[in-house]
């Protein structure tokens, strides 16, 4: 058995045009695995990017707060691929404000993206899974599923419940051949932490905390995507994996 071979694999990203989820699907595709990355609007050079790696890869505009909508884009995924071995739910929002002040409005576009969308298409997918007998389901969590941050309670509220109900899935599924793990990623420098990025003090103190001295990038999501997509953790389930630098263990 090749531990980390994705050969004959299908595998869906969701928010894989940009930052961790690109990253990840090219990851997954220099494995073997052919790739369908879903985005709200998927640009070419992206798909084509995913290709370089020798694999199929399609792109797929869709919203994933269209929760009516999901047995139609399944459908459409299977149709062009055949099946779908591995699920990746990266895609997320952020929205900062002083708690006494989080409009309801932002509340719910954060936990729609963040939590329910995740959920439905664990629930969608991991039903096709459970059929074929076999899946790899990969939920991106936070540090903030361990630790509460400031003017982010619904970011902090959405990725401690994704942490918590991949093990609820997981203590059913695990018996069927489905494996539900999570990453954690730490402070990456991408686009949603550009306020963060460009706070002196508050990057310099980020920096202070993290043993490895460095902010992440997405390159440093592949090793840990391919690892939980592969056989390589057939024995791994209900985890979160963090890729932090060290920072949790500080």
């Given at each position: ?34 790739v ?7 640009s ?42 591995i ?47 076999h ?8 540090l ?13 509220a ?19 051949g ?30 202070e ?15 840990a995507?391919?690892f939980?997509a592969?056989?390589?953790s ?17």
């Open positions: 058995m090749k531990l980390f071979d994705l050969s004959g694999k299908v595998a869906v990203v969701t928010g894989g045009t940009r930052g961790l989820g690109k990253d990840m699907a090219v990851g997954l595709a220099s494995a073997g695995a052919d369908v990355i879903i985005g709200r609007s998927v070419d050079e992206v798909v084509e990017e995913i290709r370089q790696e020798g694999g199929k890869a399609i792109g797929i505009s869709f919203d994933l707060q269209n929760f009516d909508k999901y047995d139609d884009l399944i459908a459409k995924i299977t149709s062009e691929m055949g099946h779908i071995d699920l990746v739910n990266n895609a997320g929002v952020q929205k900062r404000h002083p708690s006494v002040e989080f409009p309801k409005e932002d509340w719910d576009f954060v936990m729609d993206v963040n939590a329910n969308a995740v959920f439905f298409m664990c629930q969608k997918i991991g039903k096709l899974m459970l059929q074929q007998g899946g790899k389901i990969i939920n991106i969590a936070s903030l599923s361990f630790q509460g941050g400031m003017t982010v309670p619904a970011y902090a959405s990725k401690g419940a994704v942490m918590q109900f991949s093990k609820s899935l997981s203590n059913e599924w695990a018996k069927h489905i494996n539900i793990n999570c990453i954690a990623p730490g402070y990456m420098a991408t686009e949603m932490n550009t306020a963060l990025l460009e706070d002196e003090v508050r990057n310099r103190q980020i920096l905390r993290i043993p490895a001295s460095r902010w992440g990038s997405p390159e440093d999501m592949k090793g995507v391919i939980l592969s056989a390589a057939d024995y791994v389930n209900g985890f979160t994996i963090a890729v932090d630098g060290g920072w949790l263990g500080r």
